[in-house]
């Protein structure tokens, strides 16, 4: 599978902005969809997970109650909907998919910037 990530940009602090991460290949259902971030000097950091079925959700405890994942089987996309953005969200967002039987995300995209303004 491979992923396209899109929809950083710049906005100010208490903005909102939705993430896509577009997919193609076969059996996109059938995988995990997380996103991580790298903050400038830092390492990259879990964000949030969603699993194949959508049923299940985790979330970074920075980003709790702010950020909600979601994913659209029939359209092959998730989304990372941020809302209550803070300077500290300033990033590059990747979106990665494991198989669900496996362990490790082995397909990433290629990032998108978001950057908040205080």
């Known amino acids: 599978v491979q992923l396209q990530a899109s929809g950083g940009g710049l906005v100010q602090a208490g903005d909102s902005l939705r993430l896509s991460c577009a997919a193609s290949g076969r059996f996109f259902s059938r995988y995990e969809i997380g996103w991580f971030r790298r903050a400038p000097g830092k390492d990259r950091e879990f964000v949030a997970d969603?699993?194949?079925?959508?049923?299940?959700?985790d979330y970074a405890d920075s980003v709790r109650g702010r950020f909600t994942i979601s994913r659209d089987n029939a359209k092959s996309v998730a989304y990372l909907q941020m809302n209550s953005l803070k300077p500290e969200d300033t990033a590059v967002y990747y979106c990665?998919?494991?198989?669900?039987?496996?362990?490790?995300?082995?397909?990433w995209g290629q990032g998108t910037l978001v950057t908040v303004s205080s």
């Open positions: 990665a998919a494991r198989y669900y039987t496996q362990d490790t995300y082995d397909y």
């Open positions: 969603i699993t194949w079925t959508g049923s299940s959700q």
